[in-house]
């Protein structure tokens, strides 16, 4: 008690008042707070959300939320100490009705190393529950806050260094429903941004801890949904038909990285803006505060992926802020067309652009000689390299395919086909499965001018990839075994050399 | 409370008469004091503390020790010390502890007697902060974003280990073994540190454990890892303990 004393106040005397208000306030509130119904909140982890509520008068809702103190992957072969809300990144939503009471559990688990709380933004009141619930660990906090305006919240931690706490994963969100409900949809999906600072780069490999000056300087080396690279990708994609309602409680944690969310091949029919009560129609990208949110609502019309982003792309590109959402369902090319690729005709004007003064390239194969060896990969093609003897461990193989998938899968395709006449096959490709050297170089070095591959003219331009030489060498082997037929063909000594041999 | 406070006081008797029995001396250094730019200020303009010279000890108190000390002091066993003073959690680990390990599930009341069974009492924040501002070279490397970087990496790391033996790294300038990297220890005055005399200040620094408010009333806001020190005692009450929390005397 002594420790909440206000300055100039007595230990007793501040001990004595808050017990007089304790029982002003407890006596008339404990037969209201009785008839209430009780309701254990129900915790599912993201991207799923509890189900919608349609209770019509208000109840006393139980959370239980523990605190866990987990490692576990932040990308493919790169491990982080996540301190989580429930053991997931965001935190495990919490959903309720507008004039609820929350009789808030929070459980710091005896096996953690760290003190908790947890600041809602949906409490009214100083520190939004923050400084009642703040443990150590191997104890628990009860809070009981009346939930009084219906929105979309951020929930916390709020221990110093705070900063740290958010960085390291501890926020999730609080569902506020209006008295009235809201309409029922076909899915609903819980994604959060947050921003992640490690003491190496973007994806190196092993286990990383946090960097406290990177988070100072708010320059993330991460900026993902859900809390990993790849939380909503592949796999974990989140799933639609064409035709169905989708509704999303999309929120930032930060600590510092605003997000511009948009969604790559939709328009959102509503956005309520920043969480509130009131929507916007037709919006193409909204922004999203740290510590705040929105709901949007959609309907994919046509089947496909569509892309979640921070349009701030460099985070999507390179810092892992991409997220997917797979439409199934009926093609209809009234809405989205099929396109149509030809050359420009030969008397068409050509451009006054200096000449490139990139060297030819080296002789490719002629394209009959292509044609010939056809889709089969020959095995004395592939033999002139000098394949390392082991097949490639899982971890390297997952590894390789996500840098695939965020490094190459933009414009070869995430089955490697290409786009014919724009950018060249990597799959059941000639030109690859006889030089894979070259590709290699060509990831290192970018590469402009005319090349022919599987017999079709290309004359585009790829821009050096900023990878390391094990996800160089990894992702050469990946596209030669799983898009080539083919065995590994290098590793990172011979790329490393091949970087040297650059610099000179 | 009054029948507490006579057994507390019997248990402190039975300690200092065990006090002339034989068992190895604990070694104490001595630590000159002075200015400290702390990371809880005197007052609201972020004056530096003035930190007396005092002893304090260079290694955190071990099972092995605190084993002897309830065997001297059976009021202080894990089931026999009253609940106002160790909660149901206090020595559990005790019994399995590794003897070179650090004692762990220890309250603030059981730790302050343990000390006074020596002599000494709990060393007070200001106290502990200056011993842990030192690295092995340096008075104070709290600027060597470097040496920050290793204490947080001991952070980083899941906490599903318990504390290791004492004294594996290199002490600090003072010779003080393990205030970094091992554990969390009391201070006498943890249930203090949050509560300004000056009402100038406004706010009760109590407020800093929390999100932005901190950025308030807290002087060195990089030092991330002392901050969190600050955070876990704040959230502590005296018949509180954990799995990794222990404690060393000072004199």
Same mark, same amino acid.
């Given at each position: 008690?002594?420790?909440?004393?206000?300055?100039?106040?007595?230990?007793?005397?501040?001990?004595?008042?808050?017990?007089?208000?304790?029982?002003?306030?407890?006596?008339?509130?404990?037969?209201?707070?009785?008839?209430?119904?009780?309701?254990?909140?129900?915790?599912?982890?993201p991207?799923?959300?509890?189900?919608?509520i349609?209770?019509?008068t208000?109840?006393?809702?139980?959370?239980?939320?523990?605190?866990?103190?987990?490692?576990r992957?932040?990308?493919?072969?790169?491990?982080?100490?996540? #301190?989580?809300?429930?053991?997931? @990144?965001?935190?495990?939503?919490?959903?309720?009705?507008?004039?609820?009471?929350?009789?808030?559990?929070?459980?710091?688990?005896?096996?953690?190393?760290?003190?908790?709380?947890?600041?809602?933004?949906s409490?009214?009141?100083?520190?939004?529950?923050?400084?009642?619930?703040?443990?150590?660990?191997g104890?628990?906090?009860?809070?009981?806050?009346?939930?009084?305006?219906?929105?979309?919240?951020?929930?916390?931690?709020?221990?110093?260094?705070?900063?740290?706490?958010?960085?390291?994963?501890?926020?999730?969100?609080?569902?506020?429903?209006?008295?009235?409900?809201?309409?029922?949809?076909?899915?609903?999906?819980?994604?959060?941004q947050?921003?992640?600072?490690? +003491?190496?780069?973007?994806?190196?490999?092993?286990?990383?801890?946090?960097?406290?000056?990177?988070?100072?300087?708010?320059?993330?080396?991460?900026?993902?949904?859900?809390?990993?690279?790849?939380?909503?990708?592949?796999?974990?994609?989140?799933?639609?038909?064409?035709?169905?309602?989708?509704?999303?409680?999309?929120?930032?944690?930060?600590?510092?990285?605003?997000?511009?969310?948009h969604?790559?091949?939709?328009?959102?029919?509503?956005?309520?803006?920043?969480?509130?009560?009131?929507?916007q129609e037709?919006?193409?990208?909204?922004?999203v505060?740290?510590?705040?949110?929105?709901?949007?609502?959609?309907?994919?019309? @046509?089947?496909?992926?569509?892309?979640?982003?921070?349009?701030s792309?460099?985070?999507?590109?390179?810092?892992?802020?991409?997220?997917?959402?797979?439409?199934?369902?009926?093609?209809?090319?009234?809405?989205?067309?099929?396109? %149509?690729?030809r050359?420009?005709?030969?008397?068409?004007?050509?451009?006054?652009?200096?000449?490139?003064?990139?060297?030819?390239?080296?002789?490719v194969?002629?394209?009959?000689?292509a044609?010939?060896?056809?889709?089969?990969? +020959?095995?004395?093609?592939?033999?002139?390299?000098?394949?390392?003897?082991?097949a490639?461990a899982?971890?390297?193989h997952?590894?390789?395919?996500?840098?695939?998938?965020?490094?190459?899968?933009a414009?070869?395709?995430?089955?490697?086909?290409?786009?014919?006449?724009?950018?060249?096959?990597?799959?059941? $490709?000639?030109?690859?499965?006889?030089?894979?050297?070259?590709?290699?170089?060509i990831?290192?070095?970018?590469?402009?001018?005319?090349?022919?591959?599987?017999?079709?003219?290309?004359?585009?331009?790829?821009?050096?990839?900023?990878?390391?030489?094990?996800?160089?060498?990894?992702?050469?082997?990946?596209?030669?075994?799983?898009?080539?037929?083919?065995?590994?063909?290098?590793?990172?000594?011979?790329?490393?050399?091949?970087?040297?041999a650059? $610099?000179? | 409370?009054?029948?507490?406070a006579?057994?507390?006081?019997a248990?402190?008797?039975?300690?200092?008469?065990?006090?002339g029995?034989?068992?190895?001396?604990?070694?104490?250094?001595?630590?000159?004091?002075?200015?400290?730019?702390?990371?809880?200020?005197?007052?609201?303009?972020?004056?530096?503390?003035? @930190?007396?010279?005092?002893?304090?000890?260079?290694?955190?108190?071990?099972?092995?020790?605190?084993?002897?000390?309830v065997?001297?002091?059976?009021?202080?066993?894990?089931?026999?010390?009253?609940?106002?003073?160790?909660?149901?959690?206090?020595?559990?680990?005790?019994?399995?502890g590794?003897?070179?390990?650090? @004692? +762990?599930?220890?309250?603030?009341?059981?730790?302050?007697?343990?000390?006074?069974?020596e002599?000494?009492?709990?060393?007070?924040?200001?106290?502990?902060?200056?011993?842990?501002?030192?690295d092995?070279?340096?008075?104070?490397?709290?600027?060597?974003?470097?040496?920050?970087?290793?204490?947080?990496?001991?952070?980083?790391?899941?906490?599903?280990?318990?504390?290791?033996? %004492?004294?594996?790294?290199?002490?600090n300038?003072?010779?003080?073994?393990?205030?970094h990297?091992?554990? #969390?220890?009391?201070?006498?005055?943890?249930?203090?540190?949050?509560?300004?005399a000056?009402?100038?200040?406004?706010?009760?620094?109590r407020?800093?454990?929390?999100?932005?408010?901190?950025a308030?009333?807290?002087?060195?806001?990089?030092?991330?890892?002392?901050?969190?020190?600050?955070?876990?005692?704040?959230?502590?009450?005296?018949?509180?303990?954990?799995?990794?929390?222990?404690?060393?005397?000072?004199?």
């Open positions: 008690m002594n420790k909440n004393s206000k300055p100039g106040l007595s230990i007793v005397s501040s001990a004595a008042l808050a017990a007089a208000i304790a029982m002003a306030f407890v006596a008339p509130a404990a037969p209201a707070a009785e008839r209430l119904p009780v309701v254990v909140q129900e915790l599912v982890a991207p799923a959300v509890p189900p919608r349609t209770r019509t208000p109840a006393k809702v139980v959370v239980n939320l523990t605190v866990e103190e987990v490692e992957e932040i990308a493919p072969g790169t491990r982080y100490t996540f #301190w989580t809300f429930g053991g997931t @990144v965001p935190g495990k939503m919490i959903r309720v009705r507008e004039g609820d009471t929350v009789e808030l559990h929070l459980q710091n688990l005896a096996g953690n190393k760290l003190p908790h709380n947890i600041d809602l933004h409490v009214t009141g100083p520190g939004g529950g923050a400084a009642q619930t703040l443990i150590a660990p104890n628990e906090a009860e809070f009981t806050f009346k939930a009084l305006a219906p929105g979309l919240y951020v929930y916390h931690c709020a221990t110093a260094p705070v900063g740290m706490h958010v960085a390291n994963g501890m926020y999730g969100m609080i569902l506020v429903e209006p008295a009235e409900g809201m309409a029922p949809v076909d899915h609903e999906y819980y994604v959060m947050g921003d992640f600072y490690t +003491t190496g780069q973007y994806r190196a490999g092993g286990l990383q801890n946090f960097d406290m000056q990177k988070a100072i300087d708010e320059k993330p080396t991460y900026v993902v949904f859900n809390g990993a690279d790849g939380a909503l990708t592949g796999a974990n994609a989140l799933k639609a038909k064409a035709g169905e309602s989708v509704r999303m409680f999309f929120g930032v944690g930060g600590p510092n990285i605003t997000s511009s969310f969604v790559i091949g939709t328009i959102f029919d509503k956005v309520y803006t920043e969480g509130g009560k009131h929507f037709n919006v193409q990208t909204t922004m505060p740290t510590g705040g949110s929105t709901i949007v609502e959609f309907t994919p019309r @046509v089947p496909g992926e569509l892309v979640l982003v921070d349009h792309l460099t985070r999507a590109f390179n810092k892992g802020a991409i997220g997917m959402i797979s439409v199934t369902g009926e093609e209809r090319p009234e809405i989205y067309a099929k396109g %149509i690729k050359p420009l005709p030969a008397d068409a004007p050509m451009l006054a652009a200096k000449p490139s003064t990139t060297p030819a390239p080296a002789p194969p002629a394209v009959k000689a044609k010939a060896t056809g889709a089969v990969p +020959t095995v004395k093609a592939v033999a002139r390299a000098p394949a390392p003897a082991a490639p899982p971890a390297t997952l590894r390789a395919r996500a840098v695939y998938d965020a490094n190459c899968s414009c070869h395709q995430p089955d490697g086909k290409g786009v014919p006449g724009v950018f060249p096959p990597l799959a059941n $490709s000639d030109f690859f499965q006889q030089r894979p050297y070259e590709m290699a170089h990831v290192l070095n970018g590469r402009s001018g005319e090349l022919v591959v599987n017999g079709e003219h290309y004359n585009g331009v790829m821009p050096p990839q900023d990878l390391s030489d094990d996800d160089i060498a990894a992702v050469i082997n990946y596209i030669s075994t799983d898009m080539n037929n083919g065995k590994p063909v290098l590793d990172a000594a011979k790329v490393r050399e091949m970087r040297a650059r $610099s000179k | 409370m009054g029948r507490a006579v057994r507390l006081a248990a402190f008797a039975a300690a200092l008469v065990a006090s029995g034989a068992w190895a001396e604990p070694a104490y250094r001595l630590l000159p004091g002075g200015t400290l730019r702390s990371v809880l200020p005197d007052d609201a303009a972020g004056a530096d503390v003035t @930190v007396a010279p005092f002893q304090l000890r260079e290694r955190p108190v071990s099972n092995a020790e605190f084993r002897a000390f065997a001297r002091s059976p009021d202080w066993a894990r089931g026999q010390a009253p609940s106002l003073f160790a909660g149901p959690s206090y020595l559990a680990a005790l019994a399995d590794a003897d070179d390990a650090p @004692v +762990t599930h220890v309250s603030w009341h059981a730790a302050a007697a343990y000390c006074a069974s002599g000494a009492r709990l060393p007070r924040w200001h106290e502990w902060e200056f011993a842990a501002a030192a092995a070279t340096r008075a104070d490397a709290r600027d060597d974003p470097a040496w920050l970087a290793t204490i947080l990496a001991w952070y980083s790391a899941p906490g599903s280990k318990v504390p290791g033996a %004492i004294g594996q790294g290199a002490p300038v003072y010779g003080i073994h393990d205030l990297g091992l554990q #969390w220890e009391w201070v006498e005055d943890f249930n203090g540190l949050f509560v300004d000056d009402s100038r200040a406004g706010q009760g620094k407020q800093l454990a929390f999100c932005g408010a901190g308030v009333s807290l002087a060195d806001r990089r030092n991330y890892a002392i901050l969190m020190r600050v955070a876990l005692l704040a959230a502590l009450d005296s018949n509180h303990d954990g799995a990794r929390l222990g404690f060393r005397c000072a004199r």
